[in-house]
Each structure stands twice: as structure tokens, then as C-alpha cells.
């Protein structure tokens, strides 16, 4: 991996953090600092503070249990190389969440490529038929709960709804993690309930 | 029945979010609308309801493993230390050369120079001297010198504690 790329890992350069300082106590000051010199229980306080919410976005955007934890994993090794960069006056768990959600967006785009590859060659021996009834199928079975239909759903609809109502996140700090304007986070927000709500129709009809 | 047209959903859910509106009136009278929005406060409950799993229960030790196996590099911090010096090196010539100093700086240079001969007699009596009246206690101050300077490189290259000295409370 270059440099240029472990740096457009890191949202505190590629995405500004646009929270303000409202002057609230910051818990995580202490152990960041104590982290910055080599103190490894500091660290460990962090990860500990923080691990679900990285561990829950990894695994709604990855959907594989294993995935989600290896890269939730290689999200804090690379804060914790990485913290001499870190603002200290942002709040910790939102940079750790920016750097594993574009851990998570390089999986995803690493997998549509060999998915496009493999989709290719699979045409070539399998018939049309039996592809579409075994989506239908699948597509029914995910219907069944909102968890089935929220894991349907496009990746950039699945993560502003996992940090909208899963982590609670206000739409300011979203942005800040996605690094778009708060307006987008609004129109987002909108486009991807209707398609939930598209996507949970056929269960309440059936 | 509300009588006027019914308002596009984005702009009745921002009202909806923000509390008041225009569009929110109009859903108070328009039964279809309430009905949008009913439906689409039960979509909100249930979103609300879903929370992140936790991780598995080995998920901090294995975190601290990799944080162990991986230290941070001493080639970024020799980096910083370069940029630092370099800045204030930068720094202290530009007050130089502003102040007119460089000329001051030159003659004081030569003058090192011309007296350095004096200079290594001076220290080399000095020694001497220092040799003949007290040379044990002169080795054992320059062997704990010396030892205290090794220690303290032995510490800076050995760098963060490992894993293994880390207590990690579940």
C-alpha cells in the first residue's frame, strides 16, 4: 500500500471534521495523549470505548461477520499509527469511524470488480432461468425483516441509515464522517427510507 | 379534506424533522397525507429500535496484538525531528541575516579560528592538571556519564512497552 493511499485513508486530511468546539469535556483527551507516547492501555481504553459502533458500521456496509472484523481491527491499527494526526478536539470514535468506513468503501470496490469479473464468466456457462428465480428467492427471504431489507439496500443508503438511527448521529456529524454538506445528509436520508420502504412493501402485502 | 395539492414527501418529512411548516398543516386535513406520514413514523420506530451487534469477545486482544506488532515507525518520528530542525535552523539564520548578524558572526568564526591553537593548549593543561590531582574521581564520573548515556539509548530504541506488559481489563 503507498503512502497516498494509507493518506486518503486518513479523513482528518482527506475530510475536515467540521464539528465545532462547543467546550464539552473531551473523555478521550487523556488516553489519546497517554496513546501518543507508547502507552498501550491508553489505546486499549479507546478501542474499548468505541469498538461497537466501528465494528457495527463495518459489518451493516460489509455484511460478513468476518470482513467486518478484520477491517474494524485494521481501522484502529491505523488510528493508532496515525495519531499525531488526530485533532484531539473531535470526537475520537467519528475519526476512527471515517477511517474504517473508507476501509470498508475499498473492500466494497475491490469486490464489485472480481463480482463484475466472476458475473462475466458465470453467463457464459450458466442459464438466464436459474440465476433470476434463485434472486427471486433471496430477495424474498431478505424481505422478511427490516435488518434483511436495510442489508438490500445500496452501500451509501445502508451507511447514513446505520449512523442516522443505529448510532443515533445527528446529521452535522455524519457529514463530517462522509465529508459532505449537512443538506446531503438530509436528501440522502429521504431517498434511502423510500427505498426501504419500497423494499418492506412486498412483506406487508404478502 | 384539505382542499390544496398535497406537498412533495422530502419537503413534509423536513417539516416533519424541523416540527412546523406549511406542508404539516396541510397533513393535519389531508387524510392521505396522514396516512404518508403515519406510515412513515412506524418506518422511523423500527429504525430506531435496531442497534450495532458487539464485536466478538476477542476483538480488543486482537486489536492490541496488531497495535503490538506493529509499532509506530521511528522513521516518521526521525522525520519530525529533521522537519523541527530544519525549521529552527531556517529560523535562527533568517533572524541572522535580518539583524545583520552575519558579518558579527564571521569575525567571531575567524577569531575561534586564530585562537583555537591557544585554546587546545589550554585545555590540554587543564586536563593535565586535572589528571594529576584527582584521576580516580574523574573515571568514575566519566564512566557514569558514559553509562548513563548508554541507558538512556538502550530506552529510546527499545520504544513503546510490549504487548505483554500491557494490562487489558475486559
Known amino acids: 500500500m503507498t503512502n497516498a493511499h494509507l493518506a486518503s485513508l486518513l479523513p482528518s486530511i482527506a475530510i475536515p471534521m467540521t464539528l465545532p468546539d462547543d467546550g464539552k469535556s473531551l473523555p478521550w483527551k487523556k488516553d489519546v495523549v497517554a496513546a501518543r507516547r507508547g502507552d498501550h492501555s491508553a489505546f486499549a481504553s479507546l478501542v474499548r470505548s468505541v469498538q461497537r459502533p466501528v465494528y457495527g458500521l463495518c459489518l451493516r456496509l460489509l455484511k460478513s461477520d468476518a470482513e467486518a472484523s478484520e477491517v474494524a481491527q ?26 474504517a468506513r473508507n476501509l470498508c468503501l475499498d473492500i466494497l470496490r475491490r469486490r464489485a470488480k472480481v463480482r463484475t469479473e466472476d ?6 456457462v450458466l442459464p438466464a432461468g436459474d440465476e433470476t428465480q434463485e434472486n427471486r428467492a433471496i430477495a424474498h427471504e431478505e424481505h422478511k425483516s427490516l435488518e ?34 449537512p443538506g446531503t445528509i ?12 419500497k423494499q418492506m412493501a412486498p412483506r406487508e402485502l404478502s | 379534506m384539505s382542499t390544496t ?5 422530502e419537503l ?12 404539516l398543516e396541510h397533513a393535519k386535513s389531508c387524510e392521505r397525507c396522514t396516512e404518508i406520514l403515519n406510515e412513515h413514523r412506524e418506518l422511523e420506530r423500527e429504525l430506531f429500535r435496531l442497534s450495532d ?23 516518521r518520528e526521525v522525520k519530525v525531528g529533521l522537519a523541527i530542525m530544519f525549521g529552527a535552523f531556517t529560523l535562527a539564520l533568517g533572524a541572522l541575516v535580518m539583524g545583520g548578524g552575519i558579518g558579527r558572526m564571521g569575525i567571531l568564526a575567524a577569531s575561534a579560528v586564530v585562537h583555537s591553537q591557544t585554546l587546545a593548549v589550554g585545555l590540554n593543561s587543564a586536563i593535565s592538571t586535572l589528571w594529576a590531582a584527582a584521576a580516580l574521581p574523574m573515571l568514575v564520573s566519566l564512566a557514569l556519564v558514559l553509562f548513563a548515556a548508554l541507558f538512556a539509548l538502550k530506552r529510546l530504541m527499545a520504544g513503546a512497552p510490549q504487548f505483554s506488559e500491557v494490562k487489558i481489563s475486559s
Open chain 2, 5 to 9: 395539492q398535497c406537498p412533495e414527501l
Open chain 1, 74 to 99: 485494521d481501522a484502529f491499527l491505523r488510528a493508532f499509527q496515525n495519531l499525531h494526526r488526530y485533532d484531539e478536539g473531535r470526537p475520537f470514535d467519528l475519526w476512527v469511524i471515517a477511517i
Open chain 2, 12 to 23: 413534509l418529512f423536513n417539516e416533519l424533522s424541523a416540527g412546523s411548516g406549511v406542508s
Open chain 2, 53 to 75: 451487534p458487539f464485536p466478538p469477545s476477542t476483538f480488543l486482544h486482537q486489536v492490541m496484538a496488531r497495535v503490538a506488532a506493529h509499532p509506530v515507525s521511528a522513521y
Open chain 1, 119 to 124: 458475473i462475466e464468466e458465470m453467463k457464459e
Open chain 1, 186 to 197: 438530509m436528501a440522502r436520508l429521504f431517498r434511502a427510507r423510500e427505498k426501504l420502504r
Open chain 1, 148 to 181: 434483511g431489507a436495510l442489508a438490500t439496500l445500496p452501500v451509501e443508503d445502508r451507511e447514513v441509515l446505520e449512523l442516522y438511527y443505529v448510532q443515533k448521529r445527528t446529521t452535522k456529524e455524519i457529514a463530517g464522517v462522509i465529508g459532505v454538506a
